[in-house]
């Protein structure tokens, strides 16, 4: 038999038996003041309680661990939902006192997330005047003000309802809506501060949700930055309207997917770091389809648009049907690496998720890579030689049919470097490319043709917008506001943002 008294020296049986023993009220009141006491031996004791290794018998607690046994007449201890809870959160809250300050952090964090009561009050206030951390400190007094915003005393429910102003937290605007609300707080004086505190708040509170449509839009504007890279070049550079550019794209996805499952299966130690390998065979995969593509189809396509269009749209259902066939038609998970899962807190309701700043910084590495590619080396000089005056570039010995298949490979293989990316934030599925494509083409068109610059200003531009009109009018008719101002964007500015210069551009 394992007595509780033999096994706690700070927590007394009757202590122990008062936790244990009684109506639910009773059992919180007396838990909630030995952790105010800060008890040391109260947490082995709580846990007991959850795993349910405590028993009682005659009045008496008794913890059952490992060889340790209770009489026969013991019954197990009942913690119902309401208690569960409580000892949950006296546990988290005993953390408060420990000298570690990452222990304290994390035992704060704990409690913002639980709904506080006036029994925590003893604990929250003996951590908020022993704590030494400002940060910490300062969460705990609003974790206090919380508290004593219920209070029954007029001073207190005011200085808490002061204190409350300077939170950003979406708990707290939820809480003093709850005060506000009719027939709740009484007091002139007290409402007042409440309602100013709610202001205060909820300022806060709209800057963190502009941040986060800003980041939110430039993260697609990002992708379609991405996206619309490889079509700058086949599009914009050769002029060829790629209808299968989506599904190269796609191709550069599913070489993702590929890779992962050759790790998870192959290399399960080295899972993390798959998205290293994956990046230059989503380039590797998609450039060479669309080498191929270029040499079989649209090396006789030259100079017709039409016949252009209609073609890689066929070549585009092909591609989808093919990977259907090899991967089926429902959609596949890529998981994150661990070190782009979770984000960054910048605000309480404002979290940058790591995948979508790496797609960001990603897309600008890729960006300037091509940039450096088509303005400082020799295949960028032969493929701008070869867009701008294609018979006097083949006159000066340059070999124009393998530039223009270096070129469209270079735009494929961006193209899978695109779906690589889309991996992170989305499942993998056939029809991946489909949603990207019109965009992309919007994004050149309105950067202007063949110019790099103006896709990033569009892209972004087009993304932000995007996302902003659609806290006004929803996806569907963001979408086409979006299409709509492109339009008379277009009409008053048909050379795009960025004309192309130059003795050869057309006046």
Known sequence: MALLAPVAHALTPDQAAAIAIGDTDSRIAALNKSAADADP?????????????????????????????????????INNNRMRGALEAALGALKLVSPDAKVRAEAVEELRKQSLDEAQLPLIEKAWAAESDAGLKSRLALMRATILVSSSDVAKRLAAAQALSASSEPAVKSLLQERLAPGVETDPAVRGALMTALDAVEGRLAWGERLGVLFTGASLGSILLLVALGLAITYGLMGVINMAHGELMMIGAYATFVVQNLFRQYLPGAFD???????????????????ALERSVIRWLYGRPLETLLATWGISLVLMQGVRSLFGAQNVAVENPAWLSGGVQVMSNLILPYNRLAIIAFAFLVLAGVTLMINRTRLGLFVRGVTQNRRMAACVGIPTARIDTYAFSLGAGIAGLAGCALSQVGNVGPDLGQGYIVDAFMVVVTGGVGQLAGTVYAALGLGVLNKFLEGFAGAVLAKIMVLVCIVIFIQKRPQGLFAMKGRSAEA
Request: no cysteine; hydrophobic share 50%; proline share 5%.
């Open 41 to 77: 031996e109260l947490a082995p004791f709580v846990r007991a309680l959850l795993d349910g290794e405590v028993k009682t018998a005659d009045g008496k607690v008794y913890v059952v661990q490992g060889d340790k046994t209770a009489p026969d007449t013991a019954e197990d201890v």
């Open 273 to 291: 770091w798959y998205i290293v390998l994956a990046i230059p065979v989503s380039f590797l995969v998609s450039a060479l389809v669309g080498a």
